[in-house]
């Protein structure tokens, strides 16, 4: 099993970045598969992206895509959301997820952190 803890979330003004952080404990991360997803108040669960163990297969949600950076180090056991050009409706609580294969669908993944507040103010 495997045990995630995201940091990094604040407040950041539209335009801004921001850059949140997936650290795993328990089985080494380099075994899963990770994704972001975000939960915006009142709205569903979405996927934002996600990459495979080696880093080698990435993909982005499209309205993300050109605006954050999905990353890992295997060896600090660490995922990466790089956030730039952040718009008011990436307001939204930000999730890691892990699972042995990369996925698009929260039902994918078996291991979810506890949530990450990013609120982006105009």
């Known amino acids: 099993q495997v045990q995630l803890i995201e940091s990094g979330g604040a407040l950041v003004q539209a335009g801004g970045s921001l850059r949140l952080s997936c650290e795993a404990s328990?089985?080494?991360?380099?075994?899963?598969?990770a994704s972001w997803f975000r939960q915006a108040p009142g709205k569903e669960r979405e996927f934002v992206a996600t990459?495979?163990?080696?880093?080698?297969?990435?993909s982005y949600a499209d309205s993300v895509k050109g605006r954050f950076t999905i990353s890992r180090d295997n060896a600090k056991n660490t995922m990466y959301l790089q956030m730039n050009s952040l718009k008011l409706e990436g307001t939204a609580v930000y999730y890691c997820?892990?699972?042995?294969?990369?996925?698009?669908?929260?039902?994918?993944?078996?291991?979810w952190g506890q949530g990450a507040q990013v609120t982006v103010s105009s």
């Open positions: 990459i495979s163990q080696s880093g080698g297969r990435i």
């Open positions: 328990g089985r080494a991360f380099r075994h899963y598969a």
């Open positions: 997820a892990a699972g042995d294969m990369v996925g698009y669908t929260a039902i994918a993944f078996d291991y």
